[in-house]
C-alpha cells in the first residue's frame, strides 16, 4: 500500500471502527413509522437492510421502498441481494407501494429495484407505473428513483423522464478500474451514459453514489467525482463499503472520516449541488434535502 494511500484509510480488522458504530433508532416518529411496517407488514430496504440511518431518515419523514421482488438478475459482487431467477412481475405493486407511503405518511419517498434483465421493458413499465400511482394516492410526497442502468436503454429511460421525478439517481458504485470487479455485469461508460442522457433530456435532478474501502485510490475517486460533473450529475453520495456475507467481496480498509469530508469539499468545488460523504452514507441518506 503506497504512503498516499495509507494516510486516510486504516486496514480491516475483526472489529469495525468506533465511527461505524450506530446507536439503536430512537425517537416518537421512528417509533409510530416502526409500528405501521409491523402493523401493515410494509417493506422498505430501510428494514430489510438494516440501514444504520434508518432512526434518522424516518425521523425526516424519508423511506426507501424497493420494487419488482427480491431477486436479482445481476451477481454485483459488493450486493446482499439474491440473484437467480426472479419471480413473475406483481402488476399490482404500484398501487401496494402508494398505499404503504400513504400509511407511513411518507413526506419523501425514494423508490429502488433489483435489475430486471429478463423483462422485455426490463421492468421500465412498473417504475413508471408505480410513480404514477404514488402520485395519485400521494400528491403532496416528493420521489427520488433509484434506477438501474436499463442497459442504457433510451426507450425505458424515457419512461421514467415522462413520470419526472423530483430526482432521478443511478449509482456509479465504483470507479473505473474496479467497475468489471465490483459490478460484473455493468460498465463504467454506459452508467455515466445513462447519467448524461438523463439530464440532457429533462431531468430536474440526477444523482449518483460510490462506495469506498474496495481497494481504490484517491485519485481514482477524483477522477469518478469529475466524470459525474461532466455528465452534468447534481448530486453525489459517498459511503463506506461494509460485506453483507463471508461470500461477498472484503473490505480492503475502512476510510478515515477526515478523508470523507475531504472528498465532500472537493464536491462541492467541483459544483455539485448536494454532497454527501461520510462512512454511515448511503444512497437514499438526506434524500429529502436533495430535491431543494
Given at each position: 500500500?503506497?504512503?498516499?494511500?495509507?494516510?486516510?484509510?486504516?486496514?480491516?480488522?475483526?472489529?469495525?471502527?468506533?465511527?461505524?458504530?450506530?446507536?439503536?433508532?430512537t425517537g416518537k416518529k421512528y417509533t409510530q413509522l416502526r409500528?405501521?411496517?409491523?402493523?401493515?407488514?410494509?417493506?422498505?430496504?430501510?428494514?430489510?437492510?438494516?440501514?444504520?440511518?434508518?432512526?434518522?431518515?424516518?425521523?425526516?419523514?424519508?423511506?426507501?421502498?424497493m420494487i419488482l421482488g427480491n431477486i436479482c438478475t445481476r451477481s454485483c459482487g459488493f450486493c446482499g441481494?439474491?440473484?437467480?431467477r426472479p419471480e413473475s412481475v406483481d402488476w399490482?405493486?404500484?398501487?401496494?407501494?402508494?398505499?404503504?407511503?400513504k400509511i407511513m405518511q411518507i413526506r419523501h419517498a425514494v423508490l429502488t429495484s433489483v435489475d430486471r434483465?429478463?423483462?422485455?421493458?426490463?421492468?421500465?413499465?412498473?417504475?413508471?407505473?408505480?410513480?404514477?400511482?404514488?402520485?395519485?394516492?400521494?400528491?403532496?410526497?416528493?420521489?427520488?428513483t433509484l434506477i438501474p442502468d436499463f442497459q442504457g436503454i433510451e426507450t425505458h429511460l424515457d419512461r421514467i423522464l415522462a413520470v419526472a421525478p423530483e430526482v432521478i439517481s443511478h449509482n456509479m458504485?465504483?470507479?473505473?478500474?474496479?467497475?468489471?470487479?465490483?459490478?460484473?455485469?455493468?460498465?463504467?461508460?454506459?452508467s455515466l451514459g445513462v447519467l448524461k442522457y438523463l439530464k440532457e433530456n429533462g431531468a430536474r435532478r440526477t444523482k449518483s453514489g460510490i462506495m469506498l474501502g474496495l481497494g481504490e485510490k484517491e485519485e481514482e475517486v477524483v477522477e469518478t467525482m469529475e466524470d459525474l460533473r461532466r455528465a452534468d450529475v447534481d448530486i453525489v453520495t459517498i459511503g463506506q463499503y461494509l460485506q453483507p456475507s463471508k461470500k461477498h467481496l472484503p473490505v480492503?480498509?475502512?476510510?478515515?472520516?477526515?478523508?470523507?469530508?475531504?472528498?465532500?469539499d472537493l464536491g462541492l468545488q467541483m459544483g455539485f449541488?448536494?454532497?454527501?460523504?461520510?462512512?454511515?452514507?448511503?444512497?437514499?441518506?438526506?434524500?429529502?434535502k436533495h430535491i431543494d
Open positions: 500500500m503506497s504512503e498516499a494511500i495509507a494516510e486516510h484509510v486504516i486496514p480491516p480488522s475483526k472489529s469495525k471502527p468506533k465511527w461505524l458504530r450506530v446507536k439503536l433508532p409500528g405501521l411496517v409491523d402493523k401493515y407488514k410494509l417493506h422498505t430496504i430501510c428494514t430489510s437492510g438494516s440501514c444504520p440511518n434508518m432512526g434518522e431518515c424516518w425521523g425526516e419523514g424519508t423511506a426507501t421502498f441481494v439474491k440473484t437467480g399490482e405493486e404500484p398501487e401496494k407501494v402508494a398505499r404503504s407511503i434483465d429478463d423483462l422485455k421493458d426490463m421492468g421500465s413499465i412498473i417504475w413508471a407505473e408505480t410513480v404514477k400511482a404514488v402520485r395519485r394516492m400521494n400528491p403532496d410526497t416528493t420521489l427520488e458504485e465504483t470507479v473505473r478500474r474496479l467497475t468489471r470487479e465490483v459490478r460484473i455485469q455493468a460498465k463504467y461508460e454506459r480492503k480498509a475502512f476510510i478515515l472520516p477526515e478523508q470523507f469530508n475531504k472528498y465532500r449541488r448536494h454532497v454527501e460523504s461520510g462512512a454511515l452514507v448511503r444512497s437514499s441518506y438526506k434524500a429529502h
